[in-house]
């Protein structure tokens, strides 16, 4: 670290480590922020859009973050959309953390609510928030991926949060394993309860042999909000496809395991999950949709899995 780091306020974990160096995007004359492409052209500022709201942040303000070799930055992006009864919980559990290099951004789908007044509140505390349409959850992740600079990636919804000081348990598994994902329980919020899910427990239920990342084409293996991947993956596997509504996160992991991208357990829970939301549709629009990812990627194991789970459900009554 040099004598350039500035701290904004020592209370918070995104306002800790900033610098006034305008970053280098570091993009390649290939990269293209399309859905063909799997490259994307990393940005600091999106381009002006209809029918934005509002932009903001101490990005704006000329203030930067960078990685350190003991220190990498992770950016953690929120997506909402009129989401004021739980954004500021989300928000609280970001700003909290212990560790310092945290970059926070926040995109906003042009939000009619108390949302705006939320991110205002704390917008001093965020690298960059923006409200403006856009084409749905996963196109707005996709933005905020393109927006963040850290080598590692976090994404937690407005009605999800974060556990207390994981993110340097997080760095320090990225650290020793060179992981392109990290993932680990999750804490799932259901009205006045809470329960935690194994991260394996999918993998143990439908596998007869060792637990292995390969059982999922069965299921999606773990929760998204406990899952971190490292930008480099994203580079070199690509972001979310916005083709899809409710699985793009699963047909994107999906995509990591058939690219032998490297996976990284810790067993312990990360975040808490609300139930409810695009994440939670009825069973069957979740299914067809799961469906349609396999297919994307293996007809005949498209085919073969929607046989064997009609069977096992078949057995199960």
């Keep these: 670290m040099t004598n350039k780091v500035i701290c904004l306020n020592e209370n918070y974990s995104t306002t800790r480590l900033l610098t006034k160096e305008k970053p280098t995007m570091g993009n390649k004359p290939e990269d293209k922020f399309t859905k063909e492409s799997k490259a994307f052209e990393s940005v600091l500022f999106l381009p002006d859009g209809e029918g934005r709201k509002g932009e903001g942040g101490i990005r704006t303000q000329g203030y930067f973050k960078k990685s350190y070799d003991d220190k990498p930055l992770i950016s953690i992006i929120t997506v909402v959309y009129n989401g004021e009864e739980f954004l500021e919980e989300t928000i609280l559990s970001v700003i909290n953390q212990s560790y310092d290099s945290v970059e926070y951004i926040i995109i906003d789908g042009g939000s009619s609510d108390g949302t705006l007044d939320i991110i205002k509140k704390y917008e001093d505390k965020i690298d960059y928030w923006i409200s403006e349409p856009d084409q749905g959850i996963y196109d707005a992740m996709n933005k905020g991926i393109a927006l963040s600079q850290g080598k590692l990636i976090g994404l937690i919804n407005a009605d999800d949060y974060y556990e207390n000081n994981i993110f340097t348990v997080v760095v320090k598994e990225f650290l020793e394993t060179e992981a392109d994902v990290l993932y680990g329980d999750l804490n799932i919020v259901d009205d006045d309860s809470v329960y935690t899910v194994d991260a394996h427990s999918i993998g143990k239920k439908y596998g007869f042999s060792p637990y292995s990342m ?64 695009i994440s939670t549709s009825g069973e069957e629009e979740v299914n067809k949709e799961d469906f349609l990812v396999r297919a994307k990627h293996n007809k005949f194991n498209a085919y073969a899995i929607a046989v064997i789970l009609r069977l096992l459900k078949w057995i199960k009554k």
């Design 214 to 277: 390969y059982w999922i084409w069965v299921k999606m293996l773990f929760g998204h909000p406990a899952s971190f991947v490292s930008r480099a993956a994203y580079k070199k596997y690509g972001l979310y496809d916005t083709s899809f509504k409710i699985s793009a996160d699963y047909e994107l992991f999906l995509r990591f395991v058939r690219g032998k991208a490297k996976f990284s357990y810790i067993p312990i829970r990360l975040a808490y999950f609300r139930k409810g939301g």
